[in-house]
């Protein structure tokens, strides 16, 4: 007899399980070793408290009531759950705060697109550590993690929440502007944020560095000749990149135009690339507004890997097959 | 020459293939055997692969190319719904220009059989390839619509009094012209796009950049840059 999961959900059978546990083993070995201890906190949330977090794109798919009528949501990632556990068990202690998980999170998918409705998660979340220095703790970490796992050409797309926004401010672009071309970047759509520029009034010297910017990305090179009114916004990763150990620094890829679809994120944001894989391996970002809004205000940072996209380009990697792995540009690390 | 830069690129066959094959030519690349075998789909000594243009986004999101053409029409009819719903995850990196269609809301000529199903039944029928897009339409202008997918010649459809309108795609309006249909609203004029996957975006930023910076040097004819009045 055939009997269906849903569509999105998979059973994972002892021969993949090994392999996935090994690589939990490692990652799990490399998060205590830097003094990120494990917590597990409940797949089912109050609603009323999940949604104290700005998830925008990653907001909770699945509601369920309980037997008194509450609103009961899955959780669809690790880091606001966490945001509560500080603020509730760890009201007082004395900060910074290291925690890892690994966890299965849940997320709406769009038929027939292969998407996970149930994905296992492995990340750390850094609370109390300002930037630069948490930033550059977790990238440590990430990087520290990864090593170990046996990946060999992953690099870190590192970038800035807080950048456009920034640049918009400094360049005077107008209140009424700023929401449209922050959702064009957002969208990836580099037409329509040209197009939209080319018709919002602002000056083309203006028009110009918006559209150029955020689409600079490679080396520290691409901190360096910045034009005046973007000097201010590009500070922190600046910043961030004078405290990065050479062997993290050499994975990183600065890029200007970085923004992740989570509604949380502050600062700093990063994504894990591999070449084995089409699309990001995993991400994370400082969401130094978050703690506050669950009553606890302190700046933090953490990322979150997708272990089966890590376990794909692992064996990717390693039959030396992959959707990018011709051509990457030069001075890639291996 | 052999592949752009070293990109692997999605190239649609069908409308917007001569354009891009054009395109491709100018940038250096020899295209005689892509032009001459229709039946061959992977170039792998200059690095294009051919499909139908509602794949492009796929293969592109995938990462089985690094690049892709393909239109606008495709790119809407793929995007998000609603907020939270995320749409395929690629970069839109340019207006090609070429390929320019516009995609209308169109019924039978006389007095408008759909206004009259509006006003008596309150909904409308629509056909169409682009169910997103047409559902998109009519909400944001406020009408009750039945979306009728169909695969194949959506003109048929009104002929037949299955629906009251059809939201298609149109360059010349030949073909609506005669089936008797005419253009009641034009929703959104589509053009060629160059996409890029997210992590090749990333990865290969030089050689998608510099191909970026040669395809805004050519010539405005090679790249048929059309009315800055689309979306």
């Known amino acids: 007899m055939i009997h269906p999961i849903p569509s999105g959900t998979r059973d994972v059978l002892p021969d993949e399980t090994r392999e996935v546990r090994a690589i939990t083993d490692i ?72 925690f890892c998980y690994f966890a299965h999170c849940y997320r709406g998918v769009r038929p027939q697109r292969g998407q996970p409705r149930e994905l296992l998660q492995a990340g750390i979340e850094l609370i109390g550590a300002p930037a630069p220095q948490g930033t550059a703790e977790a990238l440590a970490v990430l990087c520290h993690a990864l090593d170990a796992t046996g990946l060999k050409d992953y690099r870190i797309g590192l970038g800035d929440a807080s950048l456009f926004p920034a640049l918009m401010a400094s360049l005077n672009v107008p209140d009424a502007a700023r929401p449209g071309l922050l959702e064009s970047l957002v969208l990836r759509d580099v037409v329509g944020l040209e197009r939209t520029l080319s018709e919002s009034g602002l000056s083309a010297d203006t028009a110009a560095l918006l559209t150029e910017l955020p689409q600079r990305r490679g080396g520290p090179e ?61 991400g994370g970002g400082r969401y130094d507004e978050l703690l506050g809004r669950f009553g606890r205000r302190l700046p933090a940072v953490g990322f979150a890997l997708g272990v089966d996209r890590l376990h794909i380009a692992l064996a990717g990697e390693e039959r030396g097959t992959g959707a990018l792995l011709a051509g990457a540009d030069a001075g890639s690390v291996s | 020459m052999s592949a752009v830069n070293g990109l692997t690129i999605a190239v649609p066959r069908g409308a917007l293939f001569d354009g891009t094959v054009d395109l491709l030519e100018a940038l250096g690349m020899d295209t005689e055997e892509l032009r001459s075998n229709d039946r061959k789909l992977l170039f792998g000594d200059i690095g294009v692969i051919t499909m139908r243009p509602s794949d492009v986004p796929t293969y592109v ?40 269609c516009t995609m209308v809301l169109a019924s039978e000529a ?69 089936n008797n249909l005419i ?45 800055p009045d689309h979306v």
């Not at chain 1, 509450?70 to 945001?83: C, E």
């Open chain 2, 61 to 100: 999101e995938a990462g089985a190319a690094d690049l892709g053409v393909t239109g606008k029409d495709v790119l809407l009819e793929q995007s998000a719904q609603r907020p939270g719903e995320g749409g395929r995850d690629v970069y839109e990196l340019l207006d090609l220009g070429y390929g320019r």
């Open chain 2, 183 to 227: 253009i009641r609203e034009e929703i959104v004029v589509c053009t060629a796009r160059l996409i890029a996957n997210p992590v090749a975006h990333k990865l290969k930023a030089s050689a998608i950049d510099e191909l970026l910076r040669r395809l805004r040097e050519l010539p405005a004819a090679a790249r048929g840059r059309g009315a």
């Open chain 1, 27 to 98: 990652l799990r070995g490399v998060f205590e070793r830097h003094g990120y201890g494990e917590v597990y906190t409940p797949a089912l949330e109050y609603e009323s408290v999940l949604a104290r977090a700005d998830m925008a794109e990653a907001q909770p798919a699945y509601r369920v009531f309980d037997e008194t009528g509450a609103v009961l949501v899955l959780r669809s990632d690790m880091t606001v759950p966490i945001a509560r556990v500080v603020a509730t068990r760890y009201a007082t202690s004395e900060p910074p705060l290291r």
């Open chain 1, 222 to 282: 691409v901190l360096l000749d910045m034009p005046a009114q973007a000097q201010e916004a590009v500070t922190g990763l600046r910043r961030v990149h004078e405290l990065l150990e050479p062997d993290v620094a050499e994975r990183v890829i600065f890029d200007l135009g970085l923004v992740r679809n989570i509604g949380y994120y502050t600062g700093a944001v990063f994504d894990v690339y591999d070449p084995a894989l089409g699309a990001p391996i995993g």
């Open chain 2, 110 to 178: 006389g007095p408008d059989p759909a206004l009259e199903a509006l006003r008596r039944l309150g909904v409308m029928r629509v056909a169409t390839k682009y169910p997103r897009i047409a559902a998109r339409h009519l909400e944001e202008t406020g009408r009750q619509a039945e979306i009728v997918e169909v695969k194949g010649s959506v003109e048929l459809a009104p002929l037949t009094g299955m629906v009251e309108a059809i939201v298609d795609l149109t360059a010349t309006g030949t073909t609506l012209r005669e």
